[in-house]
């Protein structure tokens, strides 16, 4: 079965960075793109990062472009979503995700259960 577990999350001031790492098993790590959600208090879950199997396609949300960048290693079957000048506004729980296929435009269907990102002002 598909499993994907994250770690990384943790409190941190505005400004500074964290890097989040999601491990991947039970299925083809190279077959799928990947991708990274996050979900704040009251709000619904929102698409931050994807990525292709060959990581020759990437996507972001406007609202981290610049300042988030997703990478996988595929030799690790992990993926991960640095992310750097964090606002308080990123604040939320971040979740992996498995695409639906090999980009990373045509949905995903698989998350983790996420790990917590908090930064304060």
């Known amino acids: 079965q598909v499993q994907l577990v994250e770690s990384g999350g943790g409190l941190v001031q505005a400004g500074e960075s964290l890097r989040l790492s999601c491990a991947a098993s039970?299925?083809?790590?190279?077959?799928?793109?990947m991708g990274w959600f996050r979900q704040a208090p009251g709000k619904e879950r929102e698409f931050v990062a994807g990525?292709?199997?060959?990581?020759?396609?990437?996507d972001y949300a406007d609202s981290v472009k610049d300042r988030f960048t997703i990478s996988r290693d595929n030799a690790k079957n992990t993926v991960y979503l640095e992310m750097n000048s964090l606002k308080p506004e990123d604040t939320a729980v971040y979740y992996c995700?498995?695409?639906?296929?090999?980009?990373?435009?045509?949905?995903?269907?698989?998350w983790g259960q996420g790990t917590q990102v908090t930064v304060s002002s």
């Open positions: 990525i292709s199997w060959s990581s020759t396609i990437s």
């Open positions: 995700a498995r695409g639906a296929n090999s980009n990373p435009k045509f949905g995903y269907r698989y």
């Open positions: 039970g299925y083809t790590f190279t077959s799928y793109a």
